[in-house]
């Protein structure tokens, strides 16, 4: 498979991930299955009044991120921060607690890091969200280099997130990434990369009704590795991610760009990439991306 498919499925996995279950957010499991049933159509809708194929925070600043790389690949992370900034200024309908924290924490003290501490300590130490993983996808799409994708994806978790637990889960999701890039298979890669990790190491001995699909940053990546490791399509992981409900839009992104990397733009249902809104964009971003 061409790395451009991959890089685009990966990206157009995010966005599907996300407006499919942006409808599901913070529905309880009962009151989604009353309303949708098992939902496998992008309609929008939902506590944000979505339009079909509206997008919310995750492919917002997964995209801000993309942006922010190809404008100084050499040094992106200000250029990242700029794109987070000028996308808070949109006033988007959907912003995680952590990122609304941090970003309020920069207008306050102009530096990231201190922006960070300062939404850690606005949370009462509750900075572990999952904010941060569902941006991260576009740093292991773009660097060749392992070290370097690894540096720059700890950095990019760093602007907001001062828990190193979200750091690590964006560490492990890029590396699987960039290792699904070049062809690695499907499962083994998953238990090469979680067994330095305790809190992982058990993932796919884990059951379906294990799991919690919170906005825990190890939650949602315990869930999103489970439902691209027990499925054999983009459709049917993110299908199974967003079912779960919680918080259904994101780990229907970070289950989407995983499966998109792994079986490429193709294995993308057409009627849902044809219904994303920003579909231009992220077809112009992947072939940047592709170096």
């Known amino acids: 498979m061409k790395k451009l498919d991959r890089i685009l499925g990966g990206l157009f996995g995010v966005a599907c991930g996300d407006a499919l279950g942006g409808t599901l957010e913070f529905y309880s499991k009962k009151e ?3 309303e949708y049933g098992y ?3 992008i309609i929008g809708g939902g506590v944000w009044n979505l ?3 509206e997008v919310t925070d995750d492919t917002m600043m997964t995209i801000a991120v993309a942006e922010g790389i190809l404008e100084n690949p050499d040094d992106p992370i200000k250029s990242i921060g700029k794109k987070f900034l000028n996308w808070y200024r949109s006033n988007p309908k959907d912003i995680g607690n952590t990122v609304k924290a941090a970003i309020e924490g920069y207008k306050i003290h102009g530096d990231w890091r201190r922006a960070a501490a300062y939404a850690h300590d606005q949370l009462a130490g509750q900075s572990a969200g999952n904010g941060t993983l569902m941006r991260c996808l576009p740093v292991a799409l773009y660097y060749d280099n392992f070290e370097k994708m690894i540096k720059i994806t700890k950095e990019q978790s760093r602007l907001t ?5 979200a750091e690590r889960a964006c560490e492990i999701y890029n590396t699987i990434v960039y290792d699904y890039l070049r062809g690695k298979e499907k499962i083994s890669t998953i238990e090469s990369v979680v067994k330095a990790y305790d809190e ?8 379906k009704r294990e799991l919690n699909p919170s906005g825990y940053v190890v939650d949602s990546l315990i869930c999103a ?3 691209f490791a027990n499925t054999s399509n983009p459709e049917d992981a993110i299908c199974e991610a967003v079912n779960l409900y919680g918080d259904s839009d994101t780990i229907g992104a970070i289950t989407g760009g995983l499966a ?5 733009i193709e294995a993308i249902p057409q009627r849902w990439r044809e219904k994303i809104l ?3 964009l992220i077809y112009d971003l992947g072939e940047k991306l592709f170096i």
């Open 278 to 280: 920003l579909k231009n």
């Open 39 to 41: 939902l496998k159509d």
């Open 32 to 34: 989604g299955k009353e």
């Open 200 to 207: 992982y190491e058990e993932i796919l001995l884990t059951s």
């Open 51 to 53: 339009e079909p194929g």
């Open 161 to 165: 997130h001062f828990d190193k637990k």
């Open 225 to 227: 590795l489970w439902c």
């Open 260 to 264: 998109g990397v792994y079986y490429g």
